[in-house]
């Protein structure tokens, strides 16, 4: 009889474990999951950019208010003459949690062998210092995109 409670209590938390979701949501994923497809691309060519924002919204709180999607060269590698490229500004849509998109990659004047990302800024709004005031920062992610010259 000893053992039947501690048995029992097992067998509950192994059957609540295997009913019940967890969702796994690293830090990484604060601002949400960021993909782009083709990664290799000329001026001209169509891409698909699909952003998850599951963990950001559910696990977060982080709601986006726009989604902001720009092409760049990281600071480290940037010359100073290849500024940020807006690729799209998005309004999020209250209840969602992922964004998808189809565009063009602009015709702009882009540089040989440089590491192009697609940087997406993640705008919300947030409780400001006085209580009753929303206060509206960002935070970002990106992804690498190959860019024909």
């Known amino acids: 009889m000893k053992f039947a409670i501690p048995a029992a209590l ?6 609540a ?5 967890r969702q796994s949501c690293p830090e990484a994923s604060r601002f949400g ?13 169509e891409v698909t ?8 919204v559910n696990h977060f709180g982080i709601v986006p ?4 999607y720009t092409i760049e060269v990281p600071e480290a590698s940037n010359n100073g003459h290849e500024p940020p490229i807006l690729l799209a500004r998005r309004d999020f ?3 969602a ?10 015709f702009a004047s882009y540089f040989a062998g440089a590491p192009y990302v697609i940087v997406l800024r993640n ?13 509206l920062i960002t935070g970002g992610i990106s992804t690498g995109l190959n860019i024909n010259v």
């Open 49 to 56: 950019v699909t952003v998850d924002l599951n963990c950001a």
């Open 33 to 45: 999951l960021l993909g782009v497809s083709p990664t290799t691309v000329n001026p001209g060519d």
């Open 93 to 95: 849509t209250a209840g």
């Open 65 to 68: 208010r726009y989604l902001d």
């Open 10 to 15: 097992s067998l509950v938390g192994l059957v």
């Open 123 to 135: 705008t919300y709004p947030v409780q400001g210092t006085d209580g009753s005031s929303e206060v």
């Open 97 to 106: 949690t992922s964004d998808v998109f189809t565009a063009k990659v602009p």
């Open 17 to 21: 474990s295997t009913t019940i979701p």
